[in-house]
């Protein structure tokens, strides 16, 4: 029986290139090479798509020295010094990919736009499904999904609108808010408004809204352009941070209000019409929220799986993560982060991830490892369920 041809798309634009590496490493290193022939196609920081003889060597950090004269590092993630795209991707050569339908074999088919991409068109990166490990921005948007919609290929996770959506902080909110679920008050304003007037801009927060708030750009992942403002004075600055990464902010009233933190705690959703959700964990963050250097920098943050609470609050979160998996309309996977108030103990959905850190020692795939899914079984399944919504979506019509 042939072995599946499975794509591991890594890499991408977004700031978040160097955490997908981190990602598609771990996935080359756990796969099942017995049921899968392995193709890993790279997209450097500039768009250039690479399909590279030696990606997973180079993945891995294991350099040639005929390839990179500098000391043989290992990824970390958030060290691009360590994860240099160019680096990563050197060998292999460069294809450019159409948003069309493969001719003979399911796949993605490179096509000429220059002589010197002439040996790459020969062939198409025949796969049979993609599994793009590819976080933030032109890889968890929807814009990499709707290229692999109109190639006609199966892929693993969300689709284009289950992507977009859950990208978006402010449409995200909305669909929560649309569907029950708890959410904490926001305020969206567009980086426009507030170039042209600032201080209306901040009395209108601040009329929504009590100190601390979270001011996040409404489409970054990774925590990328977030700051918590404690007062009048922070909120200026913390929204022109965040107004350099998006047009639109989204401005959270903290939990917990000045004097306590939020607990952070965290659900894994698997599956397509059928969800289900894992046991939950909770992030104790080394700094004073779990931002990117909290994420990936600095060390001291603490995964705590399961998480600390009640019967009773495992199977609300689980509940509400099923939901919010629902109500964006997500396939494949998920990630979705609660804030748990820590007197009350309300809890709060804060947002979902769509293609969550995919490391062995990533969150998502830890909280799947103690609820008795192990990593390998876990990407297994993610492939299998990448076919199901592929095979499902060919009973739709598109005309009569």
């Not at 007037?197 to 990328?224: D, H, I, R, T, W």
């Not at 080394?286 to 994420?295: G, H, N, R, S, W």
């Not at 979160?317 to 309309?329: M, S």
Request: charged content about 25%.
């Amino acid at each position: 029986m042939a072995k599946l041809r499975v794509g591991i798309l890594f890499g991408g634009r977004s700031g978040e290139h160097e955490v997908s590496l981190l990602s598609a490493a771990s996935v080359l290193n756990a796969i099942d090479k017995t049921k899968y022939e392995v193709v890993p196609i790279g997209i450097t920081k500039d768009g250039r798509w690479l399909t590279a003889e030696h990606a997973e060597r180079l993945l891995r950090g294991e350099q040639q020295a005929s390839v990179l004269p500098t000391p043989e590092k290992h990824l970390r993630a958030g060290d691009p010094e360590a994860t240099p795209g160019a680096a990563v991707l050197a060998t292999g050569e460069s294809v450019v990919v159409p948003p069309e339908p493969a001719r003979r074999e399911a796949g993605i088919a490179p096509f000429q736009t220059d002589a010197n991409l002439r040996r790459a068109s020969d062939r198409a990166i025949n796969v049979d499904v993609i599994f793009p490990v590819l976080h933030g921005t032109f890889g968890e948007d929807g814009t990499i999904q709707g290229l692999l919609e109109l190639a006609d290929i199966a892929y693993v996770g969300a689709g284009v609108l289950g992507s977009s959506a859950g990208m978006d902080k402010d449409v995200m909110k909305s669909l929560f808010r649309a569907a029950g679920l708890p959410i904490v008050k926001q305020v969206t304003v567009l980086r426009n408004q507030f170039d042209r007037a600032p201080k209306k801009v901040q009395k209108l927060v601040e009329s929504k809204l009590k100190y601390p708030v979270f001011v996040k750009p409404a489409n970054l992942g990774s925590s990328v352009g977030i700051s918590k403002a404690h007062d009048h004075k922070e909120l200026g600055p913390a929204i022109a941070e965040a107004a350099k990464f998006d047009r639109k902010i989204v401005i959270e009233e903290g939990v917990g209000g000045k004097r306590n933190k939020a607990r952070e705690i965290e659900c894994a959703v698997l599956g397509n019409d059928d969800p289900k959700a894992s046991v939950a964990g909770e992030i104790v963050p080394c700094k004073e929220f779990y931002d990117y250097d909290a994420k990936y920098l600095v060390e001291g943050s603490e995964a705590v799986i399961p998480a600390k609470i009640t019967k009773a609050e495992m199977k609300t979160v689980q509940r509400l993560a099923i939901a919010a998996f629902q109500a964006v309309d997500c396939t494949g996977l998920a990630r979705v982060d609660f804030l748990m108030e820590p007197k009350s103990r309300r809890i709060f959905v804060n947002e979902i991830n769509t293609m969550p850190g995919f490391t062995a020692i990533s969150m998502y795939p830890k909280m799947w490892v103690a609820s008795g899914v192990s990593y390998p079984e876990l990407i297994d399944r993610l492939i299998r369920l990448g076919i199901e919504r592929h095979e499902d979506k060919k009973r739709n019509q598109y005309s009569r």
